[in-house]
């Protein structure tokens, strides 16, 4: 019984995943957000405006580093029930950071921001661990 027990406990010890030494330390986290190009009522926030943005908002608050991929994105308002499905072009913002209050401050400030000037409902936010390899 004794070896059952053993062997049980060393296949369990083989199958758990390990913690990834990034995270052990804290880790980093990757924020993906999601901004919607499309303004209520007609037009676009325009290249000029976005970049304007980012320099304001963005850039100052992770100068470190960060990545802009243009996309297009689609969503239906929840709230109405027979929407349809819009479709519009976006900037997908992916910044990698320590979790800490304050890069969570930081990101908050910039979607609040971007949801002011431009009037949108809101800007989607994903955040996962990473383990950071170079």
């Known amino acids: 019984m004794k070896r059952f ?8 010890l083989l199958v758990q995943p390990l913690p990834s030494p990034a995270l052990a330390d804290g880790g980093a986290i990757q924020t993906t957000l999601y901004f ?12 000029k405006e976005w ?5 304001e908002f963005v850039t100052p608050r992770f100068p470190d580093g960060l990545t802009i991929v243009p996309a297009t994105g689609q969503w239906r308002d929840p709230k109405a029930k027979s929407a349809r499905v819009v479709s519009e072009p976006t900037k997908i913002v992916i910044i990698v950071h320590p979790e800490t209050v304050a890069t969570a401050k930081a990101i908050g400030e910039i979607k609040r921001a971007y949801v002011k000037r431009f009037r949108q409902d809101a800007v989607f936010h994903i955040d996962q661990p990473v383990r950071v390899v170079e």
């Open 51 to 55: 970049q304007r943005f980012v320099a």
């Open 5 to 12: 027990v053993l062997s049980l406990f060393l296949v369990l």
């Open 36 to 47: 919607g190009l499309g303004i209520k009522g007609g037009g676009h926030v325009s290249e």
